[in-house]
């Protein structure tokens, strides 16, 4: 069974800063680019950050310079350093799994988010 385990979201003031943590279970870890997206109240969902099985990573516009996403493959996990957060940075994250190798290809597993709120 696979699942997607987000945690460390929370409350937190303008320029504050979270980690947000994602574990993953059941998964072949390396066979997947690892994805956080984002959706705010009355949104849609959008992606934030991508890390690639090889390590590379790519960032949102809207976050460039101040989140960074890494991967540790032996503990299964991604994480997400959270800086400079904003008000407009108040959403529930999800992290996502997109199957990237042959084994994998067209699986895709979501978490069930955890909430960011940036207010003073």
């Known amino acids: 069974q696979v699942q997607l385990v987000e945690s460390g979201g929370g409350l937190v003031q303008p320029g504050g800063s979270l980690r947000l943590s994602c574990s993953a279970s059941?998964?072949?870890?390396?066979?997947?680019?690892m994805n956080w997206y984002r959706q705010a109240p009355g949104k849609e969902r959008e992606l934030v950050a991508r890390?690639?099985?090889?390590?590379?990573?790519n960032y949102a516009d809207f976050v460039k310079d101040r989140f960074t996403m890494s991967r540790d493959h032996a503990k299964k996990m991604v994480f997400l350093q959270m800086n400079s957060l904003k008000l407009e940075d108040t959403a529930v994250y999800y992290c996502?799994?997109?199957?990237?190798?042959?084994?994998?290809?067209?699986?895709?597993?979501w978490g069930q988010g955890t909430q960011v709120t940036v207010s003073s």
């Open positions: 996502n799994a997109f199957g990237s190798s042959a084994g994998t290809s067209g699986r895709v597993y």
């Open positions: 059941g998964v072949t870890f390396s066979g997947y680019d």
């Open positions: 890390i690639f099985s090889t390590g590379r990573s």
